[in-house]
């Protein structure tokens, strides 16, 4: 799966971060069913604890094991494979200047409207703290440093 970065560079590509991701999970899942077998032939119950127990390996109960664990294997690597597809369907590109969302590949829209249309939020604007200490200043250093003449009276007494 790619994901277009910018349309003068060439899309990432995402599918080595899930098959690693993958690889790693089988791992374990094989050294489970590898442990399974271990303790069907030498009885690691017997060996850790010092126990006798002439027992014969029982190949069916280690077939249940590791069918149980393969099955496992399958819906764990499946689920994490979706779960990577949601997140990646969940990333919005968004210009660092405007703040727009790319919804096409040459197509932007205002993120206000994005979010409105693709789900129930409403917005309204406010000032973050350090927005309005900023622009407080900004108005502050234009305000001229000699105060405007005092005006006559412009509505004479009745």
Known sequence: MAIPRRSSEEPINVGHGFAYIAFWQFMAFIMLIALIWVNEVWNLAALIWGENLNQQPNIFRGSILTAGVLVTAIVVVGHT???????????????????????????????????????TVTFTHGVCPECFEKYARSLRSREPTVPPPARQNEHPAP
């Not at 990646?88 to 829209?109: D, F």
Request: net charge positive.
């Open 81 to 119: 494979y979706e779960q990577q597809k949601r997140v990646l369907r969940g990333m919005l590109t968004v210009c660092s200047y405007c703040k727009r969302v790319r919804i096409a590949h040459e197509a932007w829209e205002k993120i206000e409207e994005y979010v409105a249309r693709k789900s």
